[in-house]
């Protein structure tokens, strides 16, 4: 076997071997029951004692939601602030400026709602203060808001009849002490025995071979890299992220933050089966999600080894794939399953230019958020399918004249209103932003010239991914886009905010409202949730919206782009 097609398969069976324990071992966490970690809970106690917290007091959905949005609403102004004033602040042994209040703005928005977009080079753009106590804390904060919002969701499933979801500030605490705080130490230690640096000294400079002297930024990357993509985060400490041999040295360590990305999207798929008793359901939601991510992988990693069709036309050999953007010692296969992984999730990290990638892969690529249900970022990714789920439930329910129940709880008109409302924000802020974006570019020429790099169908590529990722909280870009204007900063961080906050506020209402209920025991008329034949019916709900909303888009930017080779 090919030594790359045998990376890509080791860490495919790596990420499954893996993420059933560990799902086992969520639930447990957030049910509260004894694992190995329990002696944090001297320091979790402290936690809710300086921050005044009672952690038995139950909240319904609404008091759980004023507390998510309060948080993040406080480390915004936090965020701003440091971001802004850092040029004044300590630990910039580099002398870097603060930033503008527009890049401020998007980087702290970005962040916040664990997109993680970046309109700067993280060398020049941030300095060692910021990168830890702005960018280093909200990866640990927003990751643990979404892992809570599911906690709540799963409780509220997981009840027969309750008006109360649980503790948002215990899941929160749980989700960083217990399950982010120790995996990231690991992953940590690991990159820094590869090499990845871990210091607060500034700048080196170095005589190459040749002669010439090169400055080398460093910094504490190890204790950055890895919630970055454990917390499916994505953002790079230096500019060109995990294509930097620092941040991402060798093979071993590119399979590493690969796994880290998707490790834990792929638990919580199971640690809902185990806390809600509902392994099967889980089986097949999973089932749905991997052969999703699956043939994504397999076509894109026959993509970008098969080569360029351009280059081969002119009689040049390829014999290590499409190697135009990408680094040699990552290779083409790496780097085209990274490219699916990164986006099946709401990690924007990248290990090689998107944007250099074949059309079909950056198709898939843009695809898989457009969708944004498959695995997803952590807790919030599995919140969006459930969203689908209601639909899919409904539609069954009329298709075969019975009432819709879901795990034991009617849907109802108010369930379906607001799982549309979720649904279709999604494709809303996409193709409008992106059609602003088309239309003041065609309107004047100046602005086209000094936003895109490439012409025609890949320039709109190029803006409808950036529009893509930020609705979808990824991050990640095709960097032919001059995005770092107002006007980008400004438009993506309005899409960064409503594609966070709004799907998560109707998710959670969905629980809450389904957890009030009367649970109704399940019988010979009930429609079953955990077949084979309701997770297609799932899969072609999931498949129709995102073809129909998206397939114009992508047929003027991607398709047209591949057919015009």
Known sequence: MNTEILGVVLQWVALLLLCYPLGRYIAKVYKGERTWLDFMAPV?????????????????????????????????????????????????????AGQTPDQAFNTCISFMVNCNLQHYSGETGLTYFTQLYVIMLFQFVTA???????????????????????????????????????????????LVINGTPMSFDGKQTINTLEGNEQVISQGPTAAIVPIKQLGTNGGGYFGVNSAHPLENPNAFTNMLECWSILILPMAMVFAFGFYTRRRKLAAWIFCVMLFAYTCGIVISVSQEMGGSPQIEEMGIAQDLGSMEGKEIR????????????????????????????????????????????????????WMNYFAFLIIAVFISGLMVGRTPEFLGKKVEAREMKIATIVVLLHPFLILVGTGIAAGLAAARPELASAWLNN??????????????????????????????TPFWNISTGIALIFGRYLPIVG??????????????????????????????????????????????????GPIADYLSF
């Open 44 to 96: 979790e106690r402290g936690i809710y004692k300086l921050c005044r917290i009672n952690p038995d007091a139950e909240m319904d959905w609404k008091q759980f939601l004023k507390a998510l949005l309060m948080v993040n609403l406080f480390w915004f102004f936090w965020g701003m602030i440091l971001l802004v004033l850092q040029g004044w602040l300590p630990l910039n042994p580099d002398g870097n």
């Open 507 to 556: 998710q959670v209402a969905i629980a809450g409202l389904l957890a009030q209920k009367k649970y109704i025991p399940e019988g010979a008329g009930t429609l079953r949730t955990d077949t084979a034949t309701f997770s297609l019916m799932t899969f072609a709900v999931i498949i129709i919206v995102a073809a129909l909303s998206f397939f114009p888009a992508q047929a003027l």
């Open 455 to 484: 012409p025609s169908f890949h320039g709109l590529s190029e803006m409808l991914y950036e529009y893509t990722s930020s609705a979808a909280n990824n991050g990640s870009g095709f960097e032919g886009l001059s995005d770092n």
């Open 330 to 381: 990552i290779g083409s296969a790496a780097s085209a399953m990274w490219g699916m992984t990164t986006t099946v999730t709401s990690n924007g990290s990248v290990d090689s230019m998107h944007d250099s990638q074949t059309p079909i892969s950056g198709m898939l690529q843009m695809l898989n958020m457009q969708i944004n249900c498959w695995f997803g970022g952590v807790g919030v990714g």
């Open 144 to 190: 643990a808001c979404g892992m809570a919002a599911m906690a709540g969701i799963m409780k509220a499933l997981g009840n027969k009849t309750t008006k109360t979801i649980g503790n948002f500030w215990v899941f929160l605490t749980r989700s960083v002490t217990r399950i982010l705080m120790p995996l990231s130490l690991l992953v940590g230690i690991l």
